[in-house]
């Protein structure tokens, strides 16, 4: 069974909501007041990411009373007792499924995983919600766009920065990708999770899990945060308007909790508008938590593809008349969570995770263009789009659970592509990987295809990425061992190598050694065309880095 969490969220999350959070009555089992108030905590931080706040399931099974009581344990089908459903369920917390749960025995004591068993019996509290006026309340510009620089006064070559998650610390490292020096640490929010850039590449947009998004101006002589906005409790999604004519002018961010996204000034974070997304799932039934996934910006219409993770709506939202906002709502699969362009930049590609399914958009028409069945729980991160020698144009995706990398033939209004026509929209390769594949990655100039599997139960295997040629497929991959290359003291815990991201000119791979919080972590830079360790960054500041987002080709969504 896995040891690793892929969704530990941050305490001072849950401060957000408080003592803020409406009390229903308890059902059975009982607990005290201090209890409850812990096991609250810990569902936040545990196991709200997969299974939602108010447990309705999503990447991870309802966990509604009525669910939670019913265990088959062979003898409680009806009613299911108190004590054997607590039995049961402190086995699952114990020690994970098949079907994907983790464990937590490592993690948790005995009595708190008695205590989440009891507690995930009785009826879910309902977050507050957040207004617009909550929102507008929150809003803080450090540095008016007046008083920040008409030029850039750095002389960093601003294209090749990447700005890198430091997961638990609340931090971005901002690394310069030619000297691989750290140029600033900059504060922001909680467990921050995703960096996107405006279309200029002037501006950083950083959310953090507790919804605090940050903007960080790179033409400052040490690029800084000039604005903040909270826009909800529990976040994960950013991006900016990027069709031509909207440079910089707008930026969007989508809020787990409350389900809603928020529309703003791109260059101030003032908010404009907020949208809810609750409403009903493509299966017709009403939904009181459809979180906000993944969102990207298309540069052929003034639009953001905004994906609803519980109900499997994909919206085109048209920014071009944010008063008369239109909003086109196509239909997919349930539980969208992550996706990226196809090479063309019309076609949108999505996982419906828990679905199994991959969702293709045509932006142009504004419609589904296939619902692609693949292996268990799809992850692409943005994906991986190359040439493949027999298909044509592919989009990659990898799986958390399952043992390959998925190729799927894109469409394409390029005429050299015509003969590939009849392999679009359907799988047309399985890649050997391994299981608990988190992200893969290839970039226009290089030959080969990254592939992570941090979320591999086997230490060797998390701490390690693989490499395929991409002239031919067939030829076992190269495994290589981020841990060992990165020269740090071998330790018990395992540090995930996660996450490969380019260099702008496409001839280095960044992989982030992912160690614990009191560990040394690291990036390991190889070279493209040699798979060669190039640099090791290290630092003692370098405290739990995850994704990176090289910023030419984030402005360019080049994947
Ligand atoms: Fe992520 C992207 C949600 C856990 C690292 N993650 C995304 C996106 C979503 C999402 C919706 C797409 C954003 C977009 O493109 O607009 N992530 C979630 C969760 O709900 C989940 C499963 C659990 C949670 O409680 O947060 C989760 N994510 C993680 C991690 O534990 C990871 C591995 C480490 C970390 O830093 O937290 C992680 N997620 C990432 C990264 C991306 C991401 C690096 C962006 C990939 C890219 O290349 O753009």
């Given at each position: 069974v896995s040891s690793l969490k892929y969704a530990l969220l941050p305490a001072a999350l849950f401060g957000a909501f408080g003592s803020a959070l409406a009390q229903t009555p308890a059902a059975s089992p009982t607990m005290t007041a201090d209890e409850k108030a812990q096991a609250k905590k810990i569902y936040f931080e545990r196991c709200a990411g997969c299974h939602g706040v108010l447990r309705k399931g999503a990447t991870g099974k309802n966990l509604e009373p009525h669910w939670s009581k019913k265990?088959?344990?062979?003898?409680?089908?009806?009613?299911?007792t108190l004590k054997l459903g607590s039995n049961r369920l402190e086995k699952i917390i114990s020690?994970?499924?098949?079907?994907g749960m983790v464990n937590f025995d490592d993690i948790l004591s005995k009595d708190e995983i008695s205590l989440m068993a009891k507690y995930i019996q009785n009826t879910p509290d309902v977050p507050p919600e957040y207004s617009f006026k909550d929102t507008m309340d929150s809003w803080k510009v450090m540095v008016p766009v007046k008083d920040r620089p008409t030029k850039q006064m750095n002389k960093f070559n601003l294209k090749n920065m990447f700005s890198v998650t430091l997961r638990d610390t609340g931090e971005v490292a901002l690394i310069?990708?030619?000297?691989?020096?750290?140029r600033s640490i900059v504060k922001t929010g909680y467990a921050v999770h995703i960096s996107r850039l405006s279309k200029s590449g002037r501006y950083v947009y950083v959310i953090g899990r507790d919804g605090r998004l940050s903007l960080i101006d790179l033409w400052m002589e040490k690029p800084a945060v000039v604005a903040e906005l909270k826009i909800g409790f529990d976040a994960r999604s950013v991006d900016t308007s990027k069709f031509k004519g909207y440079d910089d002018k707008y930026a969007i961010a989508g809020s787990y909790w409350p389900p809603q996204y928020v529309i703003m000034d791109g260059d101030t974070l003032k908010p404009l508008k907020i949208v809810s997304t609750r409403g009903m799932t493509v299966d017709g039934e009403y939904h009181p938590e459809p979180r906000v996934a993944s969102i990207v910006s298309s540069e052929i219409k003034p639009e953001w593809v905004v994906n609803i993770k519980e109900t499997g709506q994909i919206l085109l939202v048209d920014y071009s008349d944010i008063k008369n906002l239109k909003t086109t709502t196509i239909e997919s699969a349930k539980f969208l969570h992550d996706g990226g362009w196809d090479a063309s930049k019309r076609y949108f590609l999505v996982a419906a995770n828990a679905s199994n399914k991959i969702a293709a958009v045509d932006t142009k028409l504004g419609k589904l263009a296939a619902l692609i069945d693949v292996k268990k729980l799809p992850h692409p991160g943005r994906g991986a789009n190359f040439v493949h020698p027999q298909f044509g144009p592919v989009w990659a995706t990898g799986h958390l659970g399952a043992d390959v990398v998925t190729l799927i033939s894109t469409a394409s209004d390029?005429?050299?592509?015509?003969?590939?026509k009849e392999h679009n929209w359907k799988v047309v390769q399985e890649m050997k990987h391994v299981p608990g594949n988190l992200f893969v990655k290839t970039h226009p100039k290089s030959k080969h295809f990254w592939a992570d599997s941090p979320q591999n139960p086997e230490k060797e295997l998390a701490e390690s990425v693989a490499v395929w040629d991409m002239a031919d497929l067939s030829k076992p991959t190269k495994i290589i061992n981020v841990a060992k290359d990165s020269g740090l003291p071998e330790t018990k815990a395992t540090r995930r190598a996660v996450h490969p991201e380019y260099s702008a000119d496409g001839k280095e791979v960044w992989i982030s050694l992912w160690g614990g919080k009191t560990d040394q972590s690291a990036i390991v830079v190889y070279d493209d065309a040699t798979l060669k360790v190039k640099k090791v960054i290290t630092d003692?500041?370098?405290?739990?880095?995850?994704g990176k987002f090289n910023v030419y080709n984030t402005q360019h969504d080049i994947y």
């Open positions: 265990l088959p344990d062979g003898s409680t089908q009806e009613g299911g020690y994970g499924t098949d079907g310069d990708g030619d000297t691989k020096e750290i390029d005429k050299k592509f015509a003969k590939y003692p500041k370098m405290i739990t880095p995850t």
